[in-house]
């Protein structure tokens, strides 16, 4: 492939990804509920009073915050922006 092909298609490349990282909404993740939230009872088990119950079991059991809540499913990434993989210091903004 020559230099100028290698340019068209990397230009290719990036329009195809802020498209994918645009369209159809911006991003790549979303929350969304896991429980059914359709009427009083639901609220109920899942706010004010029925959140009581997990709260306490987490306090009694601090290991069942895994049973009990999304910190199975979830990992955290921080970054100031100032050494990201391929692309140096782009700032806190653009690392997100």
């Known amino acids: 492939m020559t230099g100028e092909n290698k340019k068209a298609a990397r230009s290719d490349l990036d329009e195809a990804a802020l498209y994918f990282h645009k369209h159809p909404r911006p991003g790549k993740l979303e929350i969304q509920a896991t429980k059914p939230l359709g ?5 109920a ?13 987490i306090r009694d059991n601090p290991a ?3 049973d009990y809540t999304a910190r199975a499913n979830l990992v ?4 100031n922006g100032t050494a990201v993989l391929g692309l140096g210091n782009i700032g806190p903004l653009a690392s997100k």
């Open 45 to 57: 088990l899942a706010y004010s009073p029925g959140v009581a119950a997990p709260c306490l079991e």
């Open 39 to 43: 009427n009083q009872r639901d609220l």
């Open 64 to 66: 069942a915050a895994a």
């Open 76 to 79: 955290g990434v921080v970054s």
